[in-house]
């Protein structure tokens, strides 16, 4: 049981460059989510999906776009990159509000992180 | 959601017991208390969460104060490994985890 795999995990890219940030869950998880980490920060949601389907904007969605392919992945891309989004990305999944104890589902589950830093 | 406040920092020696304290005055009556680190470069850890009463797992212990507007959770025994940041949430049950607010916790420095 893997949980939740980000890939890639270190990533240079150079200013106007795009890349997607690749995230997968093995937990059967409904609920989605892509956060930013600048250094001595908290985490910032970029964008979440509710359920397969569905996504919303979080507090921090300008230059980026997502995409739930299945119930089980979701990317994150950056169309032009900017330095502005150097940083460490991770994704995370919560059981959300499918089956399952109604208090456990908000834990969310991060994976390891990509660190992308825009030259 | 409730909002919470923690202290920036704090310290523990080594096999003593960490208490990281959180306020969440207004919290209201169906939000539970969540609890979270984050060890250097990796991603946030789930430890352990409760409505009113005291919890406890393998990894801590959560008091709540009977009027819920604080809590604390409990390292019993800290190690050098458990130096981290520890994010106190304040989350309604059920709601899937839509938009959880991580804030800029309690940097815990365990010192041998």
């Known amino acids: 049981n893997a949980g939740v795999t980000q890939t890639p995990k270190f990533q240079v890219l150079k200013t106007g460059q795009s890349m997607t940030l690749q995230c997968a869950q093995d937990?059967?998880?409904?609920?989605m989510y892509w956060y930013r980490q600048d250094p001595g920060m908290g985490l910032r949601l970029i964008y979440y999906s509710a359920s397969e389907g569905t996504t919303d904007k979080g507090e921090v969605p300008n230059g980026y776009n997502v995409s739930r392919l299945n119930k089980r992945e979701f990317s994150l891309r950056l169309e032009s990159a900017a330095p502005s989004q150097t940083s460490v990305y991770f994704c995370a999944s919560t059981i959300g509000l499918g089956s399952g104890t109604v208090n456990r589902k908000n834990i969310q589950y991060f994976g390891a992180g990509t660190r992308l830093s825009v030259l | 959601d409730a909002k919470t406040t923690q202290p920036t920092s704090m310290d523990c020696a080594e096999g003593r017991a960490a208490n990281l304290p959180c306020n969440h005055s207004t919290i209201s009556g169906n939000e539970y208390v969540y609890w979270y680190r984050q060890i250097h470069s990796q991603g946030p850890q789930y430890i352990i969460h409760?409505?009113?009463n005291n919890e406890t797992n393998e990894m801590a212990s959560l008091i709540i104060t009977e009027d819920r507007k604080s809590s604390t959770l409990i390292l019993p025994h800290a190690t050098l490994r458990d130096t981290a940041v520890y994010y106190c949430i304040v989350r309604v049950a059920g709601t899937g985890g839509f938009k959880t607010i991580f804030g800029a916790g309690t940097r815990l420095f365990v010192k041998a």
């Open positions: 937990m059967n998880h409904n609920s």
């Open positions: 409760g409505l009113k």
